[in-house]
């Protein structure tokens, strides 16, 4: 019998894209649909367009459209899926998500939460903070926002998004 391989989000990248969504992994819902941010209670759609980074607001089933905006999405972890401390430690791919940005060479890449940007700086979630981070020559500008998962409620702002539009404004 074959080994059953869990379902996974594609990555969506192309060199040169003005940004790159990276989370930490896909949420049981968008596993199980195959769409970034799918479950109805995730602010992300809304957030994207309510700070002005999309014309829009778009559906989580048409992530892929974002790519002729010139965003993208990608995740930590490809294989695991849940809420951040549901993830396995051994399915995060720090590694193999550098050689994506060095690859694909985005302008700017932004964490959808303080965890993913943890895991990815190696430090912890206190440590981090929201909005656009200090400058590493070596990487796109990165920015960190805080999670739109229903979950995370009670650290929700729209700020950074904002923050994080005005940037990708000046991309153009």
């Given amino acids: 019998m074959p080994e059953v391989v869990p379902h996974r989000l594609p990555d969506q990248l192309l060199p040169n894209l003005r940004l790159v969504f990276v989370g930490t992994a896909a949420s049981t819902r968008s596993a199980e649909l195959g769409h970034y941010y799918a479950h109805p209670g995730n602010r992300f759609w809304r957030a994207l367009h309510d700070s002005g980074i999309t014309p829009r607001r778009y559906q989580p089933s048409e992530f892929a459209s974002l790519i002729e905006l010139g965003i993208g999405f990608t995740d930590l972890s490809k294989s695991?899926?849940?809420m951040?401390?549901?993830i396995a430690a051994e399915t995060i791919d720090v590694p193999g998500f550098r050689e994506k940005i060095e690859k694909y060479r985005p302008r700017t890449i932004a964490f959808t939460s303080k965890k993913?940007?943890?895991?990815?700086y190696g430090r912890s979630s206190a440590a981090i903070s929201l909005?656009?981070?200090e400058r590493d020559e070596s990487l796109p500008e990165i920015f960190v926002l805080?999670?739109?998962?229903?979950?995370a409620s009670g650290s929700w702002t729209i700020e950074p998004w904002r923050e994080l539009?005005?940037?990708?404004?000046?991309?153009?």
Avoid: C, K, T, V
């Fill in 84 to 86: 951040d401390h549901q």
């Fill in 80 to 82: 695991g899926a849940g």
């Fill in 165 to 172: 539009a005005e940037w990708i404004a000046r991309l153009h």
């Fill in 131 to 133: 909005g656009r981070q």
């Fill in 146 to 151: 805080p999670s739109p998962s229903g979950a």
């Fill in 116 to 120: 993913a940007a943890s895991l990815f």
